[in-house]
């Protein structure tokens, strides 16, 4: 099992890099190739907005000057845009200043020239965009309500299976795969529950580093997530419309609270069986190239009686990327996966509506119809007569984490 950091060297205090043991030369040599690949997208990011703004002035300036005319605002808003793209490479700047050595027990080396910036491709900086829109959904007041819809039924389900007047919830452990910018482990932390976040992106392992390490003052940084969206404006101005970041203080847990980030592939990593009391993945198992594979380490990981919480949908990521495996499942097939596993699907709810990342005042508005699902991997595969008795006197004392409640498992829609 990963293991959970001290305080890092750089402020990485909540970062730790699991190594793949059996990584080769070469292994390493394409990892850091990568990190540095992800620092220049952080580094280029001005220079891609600015092009794209200078295409849309050459555009305008390129009408009959009275159709320019009848526009006297549109270049006056280009000219904004240009200003806070300037003030998003900042940020951006500040999280690549942090993230150089973030990792503990891992060094990338530095370029020979660190100022040098280097062209990104459009899949770096598309990706890079989406991370700046996570910002919102996941450390600004702008982000509450999206969190309320995706976060807050995992956290309730969580004190619903967990209740802190029947366990002790610093024992219990909770795992969020994906965990993006680690809004949703911090909260689960925040009360009380081990909490630990894994994220594979260095786009978002970069950016919560950040902001859960160096952004302690609430509400003391701006970003403009909405510039990079020119189509679909009611008003010019709500293109160039900031959030503010973050709405409350990250450094703000509870002296005693266990929370932490580590950084790696979801099944590379968590190979230990029996480990955790819960694992809640949102908006995660569709990042799967199998997504069986998921279930399986979800399975596996998971101590006897414990419970994965899921609330997502299946936008399949690898979906039509070349020489990439995709097998792109119903919810209908991953059910039947689930429970010829052995889960007992104890709540189901096939249509929960929610956003992500979400441009509120757009005039093209996506909502997910999400599954929502409480599996529960029984206890009793793995206990005899004699040993269920013996949990069922010390359930009665105080109970331990994740041994079921014996409920039967309904397999039915709640
Ligand atoms: C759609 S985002 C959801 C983020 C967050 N859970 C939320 O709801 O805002 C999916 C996240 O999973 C991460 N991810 C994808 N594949 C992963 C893997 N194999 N292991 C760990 N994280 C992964 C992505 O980098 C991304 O941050």
């Not at 392992?205 to 950040?210: G, P, Q, W, Y």
């Amino acid at each position: 099992m990963a293991e959970t950091t001290g305080e890092g060297a750089q402020g990485g205090s909540f970062f730790n890099k699991e190594r793949i043991k059996y990584s080769p030369e070469e292994e390493a040599r394409l990892e850091r190739q990568h990190f540095w690949r992800i620092i220049d997208a952080f580094r280029f990011y001005r220079v891609h907005v600015q092009e794209q703004v200078k295409r849309a002035e050459r555009q305008f300036l390129s009408l009959p000057q009275r159709h320019q005319n009848l526009l006297p605002n549109v270049l006056s808003n280009l000219a904004r845009i240009s200003q806070c793209a300037d003030h998003n490479q900042d940020i951006l700047q500040a999280i690549v200043h942090n993230s150089l050595h973030m990792f503990e027990n891992i060094e990338y080396g530095e370029r020979e020239d660190p100022r040098k910036v280097r062209p990104s491709t459009t899949f770096d900086m598309d990706k890079l965009k989406s991370t700046i829109k996570q910002f919102a959904r996941d450390w600004s007041e702008t982000g509450r309500a999206e969190r309320d819809t995706c976060y807050k039924p995992i956290i309730q389900e969580i004190q619903r299976l967990f209740p802190s007047d029947q366990y002790d919830v610093s024992k219990v452990s909770v795992l969020i795969p994906g965990a993006g910018l680690g809004r949703l482990a911090w909260e689960i932390a925040r009360l009380g529950y081990i909490c630990q976040g894994n994220e594979w992106s260095f786009f978002m392992l970069f950016s919560s580093n950040f902001v859960l390490n160096r952004c302690e003052k609430v509400n003391s940084l701006t970003l403009y997530p909405w510039i990079h969206q020119f189509s679909n404006n009611k008003k010019s101005s709500d293109q160039t419309r900031p959030i503010i970041f973050p709405d409350i203080n990250p450094q703000s847990l509870p002296l005693d609270a266990d929370f932490s980030m580590v950084a790696g592939d979801f099944v590379e990593v968590y190979r230990d069986s029996d480990s955790w009391d819960c694992v809640a993945t949102c908006f995660f198992i569709d990042t799967a190239h199998n997504v069986i594979e998921y279930v399986e380490t979800i399975w596996k990981i998971l101590k006897p009686g414990g419970v994965w919480i899921n609330l997502g949908p299946l936008l399949y990521h690898f979906e039509n990327m070349a020489n990439e495996l995709s097998v792109e499942l119903s919810y209908e097939d991953i059910r039947t996966a689930i429970v010829n596993f052995g889960f007992h699907i104890e709540v189901e709810k096939p249509s929960v509506q929610t956003t992500y990342t979400e441009n509120d005042r757009s005039m093209l508005r996506y909502i997910y119809d999400c599954v929502f699902f409480v599996a529960r991997k029984p206890a009793e595969l793995y206990f005899t007569e004699e040993e269920e008795d013996e949990e069922d006197d010390q359930q009665q004392s105080s109970p331990p984490a994740a041994k079921s409640p014996r409920r039967e498992g309904t397999d039915m829609l709640t």
